[in-house]
């Protein structure tokens, strides 16, 4: 078969190679315990799954729904932001819901970028940015997060060239997968940088509700003069453990959006209904849940962090997102550490150059593995650590 140019570039995604490692171990027996993909293994809600059922009945709810989403849906939205981040948004012309944000994300590249444009991606970072880049016919310009900048861009190296040539910016706080976290100073920052020249924003932010030890990341919609230069991308996939139901949502800056919602009625015939008022019931209903789920993955955090340090790993207790990112031992490469605790003792983690070459000398640890399994990881992981020894542990 003749495929596209494109196919050239496009490598099999990250967590599908991944994914195919397990599958093989376990298909020979091997009992393998994932720290890998960020998939809350908590169960949605139940008053969502509730309303989920009861609208799945409803024979409205069976046909084709509006790519623009429902207005109870686009005003729920709006009316969150509200609440959570005092922002107001006008439901008609800056909110859109999105069959999951990792889709909008794929498409927005699509309204903004042609061939030789440039992207502004930050390295390490989740994947899609760049990859929408390539499908678009764009280039991606790098810009290392790295421990010395508290794993946020420096603006200002990035070369005027490269400035000038650049039409998109991607930033992603709570950060995936170095689990860093933005201030408004920073976004404050961002949109002066942006307006000079005149490069489009999108801010990720799938973690702003899983946060610990009482910390509240802010939306990038709270800067000044966000709307001008650009959008955020939101997720019920992390907030309320719906990553399968596929729903997300950008809001922001109308002509993005606008642009957005044109590529999508091309393509995609928009959020299945019930899911729709699914999520209307979780925006809208009660929020407990959120502190809830914070305070297991808050203590699955504590329990990694303490047996990480007890084998003499470098690593920051996350202020928010569902990762850990860790220093590899010396004498490692993050590919090497992951393919020994793999080969080892069973454990996946996802070495830090699967986001990017920034990323060498980590590996990201997620928190949505349930109990049992975090116990018995954790016990493989000393046991390796006893068996190999390689560096002094701290304690
Ligand atoms: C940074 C980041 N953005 C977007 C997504 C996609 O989320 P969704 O489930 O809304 O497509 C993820 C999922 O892991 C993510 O880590």
Redesign the pocket.
């Known amino acids: 078969m003749r495929m596209s140019k494109r196919m050239e570039n496009l490598q099999p995604y990250l967590f599908v190679e991944i994914n195919k490692k397990i599958a093989e171990r376990k298909a020979r027996g091997e009992e393998v315990i994932s720290f890998a993909?960020?998939?809350p293994d908590l169960p949605t809600p139940e008053h969502v799954i509730d309303k989920l059922c009861q609208a799945a009945q409803e024979p409205a709810n069976h046909r084709y729904p509006e790519t623009a989403g429902l207005p109870e849906l686009r005003q729920a939205i709006a009316d969150w932001y509200h609440k959570r981040f005092g922002v107001s948004l006008d439901p008609g012309s800056e909110v859109l819901p999105?069959i999951?944000?990792?889709?909008g994300?794929g498409h927005i590249a699509l309204c903004i970028i042609g061939d030789g444009d440039i992207t502004l991606v930050p390295d390490p970072?989740?994947p899609?940015y760049s990859i929408s880049t390539m499908l678009a016919g764009g280039q991606t310009y790098h810009l290392p997060l790295t421990a010395g900048n508290n794993f946020l861009p420096d603006l200002d190296a990035i070369p005027q060239e490269i400035v000038n040539k650049a039409k998109l910016m991607w930033l992603?706080y709570p950060?995936?997968p170095t689990s860093a976290v933005a201030n408004i100073d920073f976004f404050n920052r961002v949109v002066q940088f942006a307006r000079r020249h005149s490069i489009a924003v999108c801010h990720?932010c799938?973690?702003s509700e899983v946060s610990f030890d009482g910390y509240r990341p802010v939306s990038f919609l709270q800067a000044d003069g966000t709307r001008e230069v650009g959008i955020e991308?939101?997720?019920?996939?992390?907030s309320y453990n719906m990553?399968g139901w596929?729903?997300?949502m950008a809001v922001g800056n109308a002509d993005m959006i606008d642009a957005l919602m044109r590529v999508k009625s091309n393509l995609d015939s928009g959020v299945p209904q019930a899911i729709q008022y699914a999520a209307i019931e979780a925006l809208n209903g009660p929020q407990n849940c959120i502190a809830e789920h914070n305070a297991i993955y808050q203590r699955r955090r504590d329990l990694i962090i303490e047996m990480l340090s007890d084998m003499g790993l470098e690593v920051q207790p996350p202020k928010a997102s569902l990762y850990v990112w860790a220093k590899v031992p010396e004498g490692y490469t993050s590919v090497e550490f992951a393919n020994d605790l793999l080969e080892q003792v069973g454990v996946v983690v996802i070495p830090g150059t699967g986001y990017g070459k920034y990323g060498e000398g980590y590996v990201r640890l997620s928190l949505t593995i349930p109990d049992a399994a975090l116990v018995n990881g954790l016990s493989r992981l000393a046991g390796w650590h006893d068996t190999k020894r390689p560096f002094k542990p701290k304690k």
Request: net charge neutral; aromatic share 10%.
């Open positions: 993909i960020g998939d999105l999951g944000s990792k889709e994300i970072a989740y899609v992603n950060n995936n990720d799938p973690y991308f939101h997720s019920l996939s992390k990553a596929r729903i997300g």
